[in-house]
T-cell receptor, first 115, second 111 residues
Framework: DVKVTQSSRYLVKRTGEKVFLECVQD?????MFWYRQDPGLGLRLIYF???????EKGDIPEGYSVSREKKERFSLILESASTNQTSMYLC??????????????FGPGTRLLVL | GQNIDQPTEMTATEGAIVQINCTYQ??????LFWYQQHAGEAPTFLSY????GLEEKGRFSSFLSRSKGYSYLLLKELQMKDSASYLC????????????FGRGTSLIVHP
């Protein structure tokens, strides 16, 4: 079974703090993704990575950065947290396209509250 | 870009059948997914359609019509545990493995 884990289920931070959200997958997947999920807006892609040290912007990258130093780990960084970044953050991974791995596997999510 | 539309909320009775529709507009269709997400949990994969027609998996079936930009998820013999959000996601030629998600349909199953 694929397992995607996230460092925290719940996180409370103050405006202006630097925030790190960690995601680890144990199935040697090439692709990793960060989404945020807000009521009425659905899942929106922040950043994704298709290989170590590679990253691509998603639909809403502003205010975020990412890091992928190892294949199994994909970090989301909020350089200076703001209240509008209060959200549920979901990490996902998938095999490389064409390898029969179209399915994304999601982590349990981190609910972030920025005060 | 893509435009994915699905109903916000649906209700149904235990034991009944419910159909959740998803319509989409995309520049280069490359597959459609359905995911289930229980409250407070991660989305989990239900089905994947890339060719027209019906795919059946137990109580759940998914249908695709590429010419109409239309899919539906059919849930039979509804159970209380089917109460969840159902997410439609469409993949297009913008990076072939990155689907765009609709806003989800919240299904409430009552006794």
């Amino acid at each position: 079974d694929v397992k995607v884990t996230q460092s925290s289920r719940y996180l409370v931070k103050r405006t202006g703090e630097k925030v790190f959200l960690e995601c680890v997958q144990d199935m040697d997947h090439e692709n990793m993704f960060w989404y945020r999920q807000d009521p009425g807006l659905g899942l929106r892609l922040i950043y994704f990575s298709y290989d170590v040290k590679m990253k691509e912007k998603g639909d809403i990258p502003e205010g975020y950065s990412v890091s992928r130093e190892k294949k199994e780990r994909f970090s989301l960084i909020l350089e200076s947290a703001s209240t509008n970044q209060t959200s549920m953050y979901l990490c996902a991974s998938s095999l490389e396209q064409g390898a029969g791995g179209e399915t994304q596997y999601f982590g349990p999510g981190t609910r972030l509250l920025v005060l | 870009g893509q435009n994915i539309d699905q109903p916000t909320e649906m209700t149904a009775t235990e034991g009944a059948i419910v159909q959740i529709n998803c319509t989409y507009q995309t520049s280069g269709f490359n597959g459609l997914f359905w995911y289930q997400q229980h409250a407070g949990e991660a989305p989990t994969f239900l089905s994947y359609n890339v060719l027209d027609g019906l795919e059946e998996k137990g109580r759940f079936s998914s249908f695709l019509s590429r010419s109409k930009g239309y899919s539906y998820l059919l849930l039979k013999e509804l159970q209380m545990k089917d109460s969840a959000s159902y997410l439609c996601a469409v993949r297009d030629l913008r990076g072939s493995y990155i689907p765009t998600f609709g806003r989800g349909t919240s299904l409430i199953v009552h006794p």
